[in-house]
């Protein structure tokens, strides 16, 4: 038993190198806290005399692997700063026949985040586009993508203090760096000439990586809310033919997610 304890110590301090765990040779230190805490564990409830070492060695790489990719996965999820986490798989597509199902789940492939282009989601208040965007983000997030949610007027503040404090350009980097950035409400009001060329200068920037886009406007109508008709052609024209356009018609759902009132009499 001693002999046997002695054995199980051996193999919890051994430091295997990237290549034998991993085979990564860029990977950090292999062994982490929780990878070696957990091998006295699997010599109790896996090591058995039908299961070899190199076996045993690939299980126990391959929980590591699970458990890293897990970590990984909530961390991309935290850092995309959702409103809320929804899937495409919980967005109610018989809210209404005017929903165009099919492309919004050939959506759910992603070929549009792989190619670079972006999405457009628009219609009246209430159908659904930011469950939608925000399902789309979760699929990107769910592989491997990172994804990152505001509200378009709160990204138009965010670089006007930039201007303030000279840190624009930083923020700006922030923005282009997700593989994908969703603006919510995006053309809910005019621009100012300040808010329109900074506009112009995220999408520039992000030329190549993927935009999801709400709005209650269609994209044609957006053009009259830049007070500048030159920099409204130059900007609207690469995003829109950069493009997934997605109508959203239909009554809205929300009254239907509205919690009941106890006192209202079911019919």
């Keep these: 038993m001693r002999h046997q304890r002695h054995g199980q ?8 190198t990237p290549d034998e765990v991993l085979g990564d040779r860029t990977a950090a230190p292999v062994l982490t806290e929780d990878f070696t805490n957990c091998v006295a564990d699997y ?9 070899g070492h190199l076996d045993f060695l690939q299980v126990l790489c391959q929980d590591e692997i699970t458990r890293r990719e897990t970590v990984a996965f909530q961390r991309r999820l935290h850092r995309a700063k959702f409103e809320q986490q929804v899937t495409l798989e919980e967005f109610d ?9 099919a492309q919004i789940r050939d959506l759910g492939a992603l070929r549009w985040l792989h190619a670079g282009e ?22 990107a997030v769910r592989q491997g993508a990172h994804v990152r949610f505001a509200k378009t007027s709160r990204i ?23 593989d994908v950035l969703i603006l919510d409400d995006f053309a809910m009001r005019q ?7 900074d506009l112009y200068e995220l999408v520039s920037e992000r030329q190549g990586r993927s935009l999801i886009i709400t709005s209650n406007r269609a994209p044609s109508d957006w053009y009259p809310l830049f007070p500048n008709p030159v920099v ?32 209202d009499k079911t019919k």
């Design 93 to 101: 597509f018989t809210a209404s026949s005017k929903l165009p199902a």
């Design 191 to 197: 621009l100012s000439a300040a808010q329109a060329d």
């Design 156 to 178: 138009l503040a965010d670089l006007a203090g930039g201007h303030a404090d000279r840190t624009w350009e930083k923020r700006v980097r922030e923005l282009v760096r997700p």
């Design 9 to 16: 110590q051996q193999l919890a301090l051994h430091r295997f």
């Design 43 to 51: 010599i109790v409830e896996r090591h058995h005399p039908d299961l």
């Design 118 to 139: 972006s999405v457009i989601l628009f219609g009246p208040v209430g159908v659904g586009k930011t469950h939608i965007a925000q399902a789309l983000g979760h699929l």
């Design 232 to 263: 409204a052609e130059s900007l609207l024209d690469r995003l829109i033919n950069t493009s997934h356009q997605v109508i959203m018609n239909g009554p809205s759902y929300r009254p239907n997610k509205r919690p009941r009132n106890p006192t």
